[in-house]
T-cell receptor, first 112, second 114 residues
Framework: AQSVTQLDSHVSVSEGTPVLLRCNYSSSYSPSLFWYVQHPNKGLQLLLKYTSAATLVKGINGFEAEFKKSETSFHLTKPSAHMSDAAEYFC??????????FGQGTRLTINP | DAGVIQSPRHEVTEMGQEVTLRCKPISGHNSLFWYRQTMMRGLELLIY????????DSGMPEDRFSAKMPNASFSTLKIQPSEPRDSAVYFC????????????FGPGTRLTVT
């Protein structure tokens, strides 16, 4: 079964600096992977998805993620953090055909 | 596009009462998912439907929980009787059922059982 590890439970950056949220996956084959974001007291929003079509995936709000098979990683990045990026971020694999497997996520804090 | 619609947004009820949560999926989607989110357990999948048929209900906590999808545009999650430990945020999500299909989430229903 596919699983992921989000290496940081909490990341804190200053506004205007780069964001890096780390996700490693464990699978014997190329997985389908998603990044979701959850702002405080809100539902979950899809940021981007990887389905093996392209290794560099661009998402909404300036986020992107690169699938690196050699490193079994799918890290989420953004060149310049904005205050509105403060939220919980989830790296999510597919289990079977449709089940998303959510872990504990990474909480991103933006300092002014 | 209206997105996934959930009602009510907030529900406060007393222990022992019946609670019904409602969800309208995105038009054209044929898969629907119910999740529960708590601080202790994170986000858990309770049950999901394909073409109105329950496919996997292994996440339903116990017999007090039941879910139905009478048609493609409506689903309910019922808790009877409710208990304080059922307090959580309940999310509904929908997708087009193909392998790797992304899910779109509703705003959630915050349930408090006193």
């Amino acid at each position: 079964a596919q699983s992921v590890t989000q290496l940081d439970s909490h990341v804190s950056v200053s506004e205007g600096t780069p964001v890096l949220l780390r996700c490693n996956y464990s699978s014997s084959y190329s997985p389908s992977l998603f990044w979701y974001v959850q702002h405080p007291n809100k539902g979950l929003q899809l940021l981007l998805k990887y389905t093996s079509a392209a290794t560099l995936v661009k998402g909404i709000n300036g986020f992107e993620a690169e699938f690196k098979k050699s490193e079994t990683s799918f890290h989420l990045t953004k060149p310049s953090a904005h205050m509105s990026d403060a939220a919980e971020y989830f790296c999510v694999p597919i289990q079977g055909a449709q089940k998303l497997v959510f872990g504990q996520g990474t909480r991103l804090t933006i300092n002014p | 596009d209206a997105g996934v619609i959930q009602s009510p947004r907030h529900e406060v009820t007393e222990m022992g009462q019946e609670v019904t949560l409602r969800c309208k999926p995105i038009s054209g989607h044929n898969s629907l998912f119910w999740y529960r989110q708590t601080m202790m357990r994170g986000l858990e999948l309770l049950i999901y439907f394909n073409n109105n048929v329950p496919i996997d209900d292994s996440g339903m906590p116990e017999d007090r929980f039941s879910a139905k999808m009478p048609n493609a545009s409506f689903s309910t999650l019922k808790i009877q009787p409710s208990e304080p430990r059922d307090s959580a945020v309940y999310f509904c999500a929908s997708s087009w059922s193909r392998r790797g299909g992304e899910q779109y989430f509703g705003p959630g229903t915050r349930l408090t059982v006193t």
